[in-house]
């Protein structure tokens, strides 16, 4: 079965500095992969994804992921962070073939300070 | 453009009560689903369907009951609350075909049960 590790509860980070948020996940079959972030009291919203392709994901809101198939990692990374990034971001995975169902990592809480 | 709607947004129980927590899209979604997030644990999956009719369990199905009677609306129910109920719940659904993997949210329910 697949599963998904954020290593990282909380992440602190002055504004305007680098960020990456970690992923790492396990599974003997093909994979997607994906980045949700959740402001504070709403609900989760797709930020960027990897189906196939092109190993390096540019999501929303100059975030961008890459995938590392012989690390099994899907770190996601932002060159200047702002205040309104501060949230909580979500890893998750879902086989390729023959699920619906997606397997979240339990969340890094990005705090953006000024 | 709604999209996902849940209903109620807040609700407190004394234990041993029952309630339903409804969830409605407009997207035509074939799947639905039903999670709770608890500090640390992320997003666990109590119950899922995959069409108008069907229902199955999830990673944490017990004490709670789920119906899709309409493909638009899938019904979530405690029947006899109990403190270990109190969370954040979400609903979300995903549509058939090369979207299905991706999950489109509620902004949730915060549930207290004393």
């Known amino acids: 079965a697949q599963s998904v590790t954020q290593l990282d509860s909380q992440v602190p980070v002055f504004e305007e500095a680098p960020v990456e948020l970690r992923c790492n996940y396990s599974s003997s079959v093909s994979v997607y992969l994906f980045w949700y972030v959740q402001y504070p009291n709403q609900g989760l919203q797709l930020l960027l994804k990897y189906l196939s392709g092109s190993t390096l994901v540019k999501g929303i809101n100059g975030f961008e992921a890459e995938f590392n198939k012989s690390q099994t990692s899907f770190h996601l990374r932002k060159p200047s962070v702002h205040i309104s990034d501060t949230a909580e971001y979500f890893c998750a995975v879902s086989l390729a073939s023959g699920t619906y169902k997606d397997i979240f990592g339990t969340g890094t809480r990005l705090k953006v300070l000024a | 453009n709604a999209g996902v709607t849940q209903t109620p947004k807040f609700r407190v129980l004394k234990t041993g009560q029952s309630m339903t927590l409804l969830c409605a899209q407009d997207m035509n979604h074939e799947y639905m689903y039903w999670y709770r997030q608890d500090p640390g644990m992320g997003l666990r999956l109590i119950h899922y369907?995959?069409?108008?009719?069907?229902?199955a369990k999830g990673e944490v199905p017990d004490g709670y009951n789920v119906s899709r009677l309409k493909k638009q609306n899938f019904l979530l129910g405690l029947e006899s609350a109990a403190p270990s109920q109190t969370s954040v719940y979400f609903c979300?659904?995903?549509?058939?075909?090369?979207?299905?993997?991706?999950?489109?949210f509620g902004a949730g329910t915060r549930l207290s049960v004393l």
């Open positions: 979300a659904s995903s549509p058939v075909g090369m979207g299905k993997n991706i999950q489109y």
């Open positions: 369907s995959v069409g108008e009719g069907t229902t």
